[in-house]
C-alpha cells in the first residue's frame, strides 16, 4: 500500500514540475489578436486593472509571479481589438506574436536621440526656435 502511494506522490510530482505545453492547453484560455475586450474577460477573468488612453485599453492580469517577472500580464487592446499581449501566467496564452516574449530578458528602452544636421552643430546655431517678439 505504501509503494503504491509512493509512486502516486512521484508521478504526481513529475507532472507538476513539466507542466503540458500550451498546444496541449485547453483552447478556452487562449487569446488570439482581434478579440473583444468581452472575449479576454470570457477567457481570462476580470483583470486586476483596467486602464483607458485615447483609443487604447490595457488589461493586467495576476500570474503571480510579478515579483521576479516584474510586471501583471497585460493585454493591449486598440481600437476593441487585441493588437498585443505580454503572458507569463502558466494559463494566459497568446497566440499572436507577443512584443514581450517570455524568453526575452526586460531591459530599459532608451528614446531615439534627435538628429542635428551636420551644417548647425559645426557652427554652434541654434536650431528649432521660434521668437515673438
Known amino acids: 500500500m505504501t509503494r503504491h502511494v509512493l509512486l502516486a506522490l512521484a508521478a504526481t510530482a ?20 482581434g478579440m473583444s475586450e468581452a472575449d479576454v474577460r470570457a477567457r481570462w477573468g476580470e483583470p486586476a486593472a483596467v486602464r483607458h488612453a485615447n483609443d487604447w485599453t490595457f488589461m493586467f492580469y495576476q500570474n503571480f509571479d510579478e515579483h521576479h517577472v516584474g510586471w501583471l500580464d497585460t493585454v493591449f487592446l486598440q481600437g476593441g481589438q487585441v493588437v498585443d499581449c505580454i503572458a507569463r501566467a502558466p494559463g494566459h496564452v497568446y497566440l499572436g506574436q507577443s512584443s514581450s516574449p517570455g524568453n526575452r530578458t526586460p531591459e530599459r528602452t532608451l528614446p531615439a536621440q534627435p538628429t542635428t544636421p551636420p551644417d548647425a552643430a559645426a557652427s554652434g546655431a541654434v536650431t528649432g526656435v521660434r521668437v515673438t517678439p
Open 14 to 33: 513529475a507532472l507538476a514540475a513539466h507542466p503540458a505545453p500550451a498546444a496541449a492547453q485547453d483552447s478556452s484560455s487562449m487569446i488570439r489578436p
